[in-house]
């Protein structure tokens, strides 16, 4: 038996387990979440290729699993990648407890994190671009709500990740051919053209981030987050893999400055276009995409620390945007929207789903005391002088979020008529660990330096 | 077969019919149909770089793919929804003025073949950019559910021509036929959807 076989097994049980619960929706979060769990503390502590005493017998569980003349490896240079994206995906399904985003959730959530997962283990590592396109698909399966009649962001979804598949694969075929050794400067202009295209579909840079608001309108706020935390982590991780298999591309220092560029004007323009919005799961999914601006400063710092912070950041990120959906979604079960009008004073109502919003909200903007601050704190430091545009770009996106948080909380707590209504223990459970889980990782920032390690399969960049 | 080599023209031309037709028709029997057909003449130009049994995986997952569609159509009717006020202008002089504006440029383009695949035929690469540049086109345009699905799969057709030539390997083959089915299946969900399957109407308290 191999490790990528285990992991496909448990996830197809935990997806069929969770698919046959979903009329029990409470169950079938239990089951995803502890499934999710199950297979990423495997994917992290399972003794690779070494033999073991199991049930009386001696085991041995091989990295490698061929299928149709390609091969899925778990090794020391991804086990922490994909372990990390199975704890993230358990976090995620736990919250759903509370946030109840569909009947469906669970199983295509679950198809989707296996999709992600095969992209990491995949050899050669370019029919990731495959297995992304397959998790998109589960992704729209997850944001598609029947009775909503817009289908817009979805099937903008799934047009841009087909895009970027396609880019992928011929870049990754460029860049095979290639090699190491970076061909003359127009090959290598062109494939690294043809891999900006497709990780700026990844990770949403505009104009590819049409379809984040266009969902954010219609789509389940959770489900919108659980969508939008898989397939950044997924482009992330797979930008990492390229940069970290290819010397000239990581000696390509205009594509590193082009790259802190990019997520320059996504923390200025997502800020401000938070700012500006009147719904707040389209402040949130701006606000997002400011966030995702911070990751590509990052990776444009081209340090060792950088890529590091880089995956801390998408740790962070996933924890505020949970908590915020979460508490936006019980919000929503109370008015008819979510718009200004709508949840004014409904904070006074449900004060603990809007201090989980509120509190999400400020760890996407990266505010002192939330999830979203450390690694800010340490991307400044490392950025000190030297990039002083992307130092300023950061304050100011983080200034204007933090600005429109406390614009909604304003919102959400002004007098309306009717008090506080009650609310079920496992919510107010939910909401309260959530808001807690966004302080602790503000007020210890050592609690990032085991997730720093999902990095540290990239031994090219992580020397 | 020298003869799918020799006759190669007659796809690439068939290809670039089928995906402007595709653009304008509204009938959504008769884009189902052109969309087969399509299938077909893709599979076609595919077998210029493909062993024929290979290539006709494609064809076959792209038929499935149009049964798949054309099932999900019949259960909510043949009629096709009107495009959303206030979006683009659909009326059929501006898709046709459209296809054919699109289809000059990708001539242009696609004419003396592609250098950075030398090893594609120039024919089968004008096929190939016909199918990618008016599937663009498709998606670019169009709002409907079934619409975008065909313009998505038209793309996804032209890339495979190309790149059968780059990787001809089963495993490929057989990846790419997967996502054909997919994108078929999620469509056909967008436009049907699962009863039930919605939040608010969960069966527990």
């Known amino acids: ?463 | 077969m020298p003869w799918i080599r020799d006759l190669v023209l007659i796809p690439a031309v068939a290809a670039a019919l089928t995906a402007g037709l595709l653009v304008v028709l509204d009938d959504r029997r008769l884009t189902l149909a052109t969309l087969a057909a399509q299938y077909l003449f893709a599979a076609w130009l595919a077998a210029a770089s493909l062993p024929p049994g290979v290539a006709a995986v494609k064809l076959v997952s792209g038929l499935l793919a149009c049964i798949v569609l054309a099932i999900s159509v019949a259960a909510m009717g043949w009629r096709a929804p009107g495009e959303r006020a206030g979006a683009l202008p659909t009326g059929h002089a501006f898709r046709w003025i459209a296809v054919f504006l699109v289809a000059i440029v990708a001539f242009a383009v696609g004419r003396d073949g592609w250098s950075a695949i030398p090893t594609l035929e120039p024919v089968v690469a004008l096929g190939a950019m016909f199918l990618l540049a008016l599937g663009m086109l498709q998606i670019g345009i169009s709002e409907d559910t079934l619409r975008v699905g065909a313009g998505i799969l038209t793309l996804l057709s032209g890339f495979e021509v190309a790149y059968a030539a780059v990787e001809p390997s089963l495993a490929v083959v057989a990846l790419l036929a997967s996502v054909h089915l997919g994108v078929a299946l999620v469509v056909s969900y967008l436009l049907v959807g699962i009863p039930g399957a919605a939040a608010g109407q969960e069966g527990e308290g």
Not at chain 1, 89 to 108: E, I, K, M
Not at chain 1, 158 to 166: K, P, V
């Open chain 1, 1 to 463: 038996m191999s490790a990528p076989a285990v992991i496909a097994l448990g996830t197809l049980a935990s997806a069929v387990l969770a698919g046959l619960l979903r009329g029990r929706l409470r169950a079938a979060a239990a089951a995803a979440a502890l499934g999710s769990a199950s297979i990423g503390v495997f994917a992290l502590a399972v003794r690779l290729e070494q033999p073991f005493l199991g049930l009386g017998l001696s085991l041995k569980i091989g990295s490698t699993w061929s299928l149709l003349g390609r091969s899925l490896i778990l090794d020391e240079g991804n086990r922490a990648a994909v372990g990390f994206l199975y704890l993230a995906a358990a976090f995620l399904f736990g919250g759903s407890w509370v946030a109840r985003p569909g009947r469906y959730f669970h199983l295509a959530g679950l198809a989707a994190v296996g999709a992600v997962a095969a992209s990491l283990m995949v050899r050669p590592f370019l029919f990731a671009a495959i297995f992304l396109e397959l998790a998109a698909m589960g992704a729209v399966l997850i944001l598609a709500r029947p009775g909503r009649s817009s289908r817009r962001g979805a099937l903008r979804l799934l047009a841009l990740y087909t895009m970027a598949m396609l880019t992928a694969l011929l870049a990754g075929w460029r860049v095979e051919i290639l090699g190491a050794a970076g061909g003359t400067v127009e090959e290598a202009l062109q494939a690294t053209v043809l891999l900006g295209v497709g990780f700026s579909i990844l990770m949403v840079v505009p104009p590819f981030h049409h379809w984040l608001p266009a969902e954010a309108d219609a789509a389940h706020p959770y489900a919108l987050a659980f969508v939008a935390i898989l397939l950044q982590s997924a482009g992330l991780f797979f930008l990492l893999r390229f940069l970290d298999g290819y010397q000239w591309l990581r000696d390509n220092f205009a594509l590193y400055e082009g790259v802190r560029s990019i997520g320059a004007f996504m923390v200025v323009a997502g800020g401000c276009m938070a700012a500006a919005q009147a719904t707040f799961s389209r402040t949130v999914a701006y606000a997002l995409i400011a966030d995702l601006g911070v990751a590509l400063i990052s990776i444009g710092g081209r340090t060792p620390q950088g890529y590091q912070l880089a995956v801390g950041l998408l740790t962070a990120h996933a924890i505020g945007l949970a908590v915020c959906t979460l508490g936006l979604t019980v919000l929503r079960s109370r008015t008819d929207g979510d718009h200004v009008a709508a949840l004014r004073g409904t904070g006074r109502k449900a004060p603990l789903a809007a201090a989980a919003a509120f509190a999400g909200l400020l760890s996407l903007a990266g505010f002192p005391l939330t999830a979203g601050f450390p690694v800010r704190w340490s991307l400044l430091q490392s950025l000190e002088s030297a990039d002083l545009t992307s130092s300023l770009a950061i304050l100011v996106g983080a200034s204007v979020v933090a600005a429109s948080a406390l614009r909604w909380l304003g919102i959400l707590i002004a007098e309306e008529a009717g008090g506080e209504t009650v609310q079920p223990i496992d919510e107010r459970i939910f909401l309260a660990g959530g808001v807690f889980f966004c302080v602790l990782f503000g007020t210890f920032p050592q609690l990032f330096a085991g997730i720093f390690e999902a990095a540290r399969g990239f031994t090219n960049l992580l020397p």
